[in-house]
């Protein structure tokens, strides 16, 4: 699978089609004569030139939502995505990207219940060690989603974005005539009692509307799924929670705001929100 997962890849340097290696040390090769050589816990970096200007997950963020994902906080999501992708890979050749994989927990619960060539990209390398492991047949990339993405036009039959940005025309691109765009944000009133206690953001009104207009050029609006998650977590639970997301760049993993002291647990519902979007083009 990761051969062919890798043959879906373009060049970054010159968008020439791109083959695995063969040989103990793996690497990702194109017809020019380019190589990107695997690291040794199984991603690679295709980033050139400067990188990226955006920030990475740290490698305590990462293990922070590794523990949380793992405790089945959110198992409930994970299998409404993977029913969702099973929906739309009904073709002899199904491919999924999912842009934004971080640790790969959901691609995981897609891979799962459907086989198929996978693409993960995220810009953190501390994210992607884990994605590789738990997902080794997957192509995962060190990439940033605001650029041209290095994959074949019409090479996916759905494109994953769980809590990651988003580009629109470029998944608009790789996506085959009538393929599936599942986007997942939180709603108003997501773990609101969550953030009150540690300082996480609270979520904006208005934007579900943002998103349908920000993706109305390029693709057509389907069903929107809302899901109500009910959460009892521990301090260290909260913890793991608060750091894990955005707020984690800017917060102290030992000393989270309202998790420190007391055993007390909290009460909270997680609200998302999963938005299925159908590409303009049409399947001929």
């Known amino acids: 699978m990761l051969s062919d997962a ?7 340097v010159c968008q020439g089609p791109c083959h695995l290696g063969e040989g103990p040390n793996r690497a990702i090769l194109c017809g020019a004569g380019h190589v990107f050589d695997a690291a040794k816990q199984g991603y690679f970096n295709l980033l050139t030139g400067k990188g990226t200007v955006f920030e ?3 490698a305590d963020m990462v293990a ?8 089945g906080h959110y198992a409930e999501l994970a ?7 099973a929906e739309a890979m009904q073709g002899p050749d199904p491919a999924v990207l999912d842009a934004g ?4 927990h959901y691609l995981h619960a897609v891979l799962h219940k459907t086989p198929a060539k996978a693409v993960g990209l995220d810009i953190s390398k501390f994210a992607l060690r884990r994605a590789a492991h738990l997902n080794p047949q997957a192509a995962n990339l060190v990439w940033d989603i605001w650029r041209p993405l290095p994959l074949a036009d019409h090479s996916m039959d759905v494109v994953l974005v769980v809590f990651a940005p988003r580009n629109p025309p470029e998944f608009a691109r790789v996506l085959r005539p009538g393929g599936t765009l599942l986007v997942v944000t939180p709603r108003p009133g ?8 540690t300082g996480m ?8 509307a943002k998103l349908a ?8 609006p389907g069903r929107t799924i809302n899901l109500d998650v009910p959460l009892t977590l521990d301090p260290g639970q909260l913890a793991d929670l608060a750091f894990m997301g955005p707020a984690g760049h800017h917060l102290d993993s030992h000393k989270t705001p309202g998790t420190a002291d007391g055993t007390e647990s909290l009460h909270t519902t997680a609200k998302f929100q999963i938005g299925i979007f159908r590409s303009r083009e049409t399947r001929p």
């Open 213 to 220: 207009e920000t993706l109305s050029e390029h693709f057509l």
């Open 201 to 208: 953001l609270s979520i904006q009104e208005g934007k579900e």
């Open 56 to 58: 990475a997950d740290t």
């Open 101 to 104: 994989t971080g640790t790969g």
């Open 79 to 85: 299998g409404t995505i993977a029913s969702l992708a």
């Open 190 to 197: 997501h773990l609101a009692e969550a953030a009150e206690r």
């Open 64 to 71: 922070a939502r590794q523990r949380f994902l793992d405790g």
């Open 6 to 12: 890798i043959a879906a890849l373009r060049c970054p």
